[in-house]
């Protein structure tokens, strides 16, 4: 699949958090509850719109995501695919990138995903194991330890 990477401006927040809000709401509304100012004001104070890179699809922004660079890993902090592009291969091609980009960089990839959400099956497909678990989280690791296969 084309698509094209772009770092996040100040003028895409609005987009991010519809975003957010169309792919996550459902998940965190069965987990703890929806609170529209709580989840507002969360996604402005610690979600910066510069951290995400946004993902392009003939000339649509369709997806964004955020990677933070830790010490020892990278921490996949959100993968928002919107639900045009969903189970389309979007996703995977993302995630298959990122695989690349942190092999190179010589540290694992890891996540968390609520429990309720199907996406935990679409990362186990991609060679991520659950290494921890709580409550409301699986986190799961992907680490270096075969190679990538193609799309």
């Not at 959100?78 to 990138?97: H, R």
């Not at 935990?120 to 991609?126: I, M, V």
Request: glycine content about 6%; charged content about 30%; some cysteine.
């Amino acid at each position: 699949m084309d698509f094209r990477i772009r770092q996040g401006e100040i003028s895409d927040q609005e987009w991010l958090y519809k975003l957010y809000c169309s792919t996550m709401r459902t998940y965190i509304e069965q987990t703890w509850g929806w609170d529209e100012e709580f989840q507002k004001k969360g996604f402005q104070t610690n979600l910066h719109p510069a951290k995400f890179r946004i993902v392009n699809v003939n000339d649509d922004d369709v997806s964004a995501y955020l990677v933070n660079d830790e010490d020892n890993h990278y921490w996949l902090e959100m993968l928002l695919v919107g639900s045009t592009m969903q189970g389309k291969g979007l996703g995977t091609a993302i995630i298959k990138k990122l695989q690349a980009e942190t092999k190179k960089g010589g540290k694992p990839l890891k996540l968390s995903v609520l429990r309720v959400n199907p996406a935990k099956e679409f990362y186990s497909r991609l060679g991520f194991f659950v290494y921890d678990q709580d409550e409301s989280f699986f986190k799961m690791e992907w680490a270096d330890n075969k190679p990538i296969q193609p799309m």
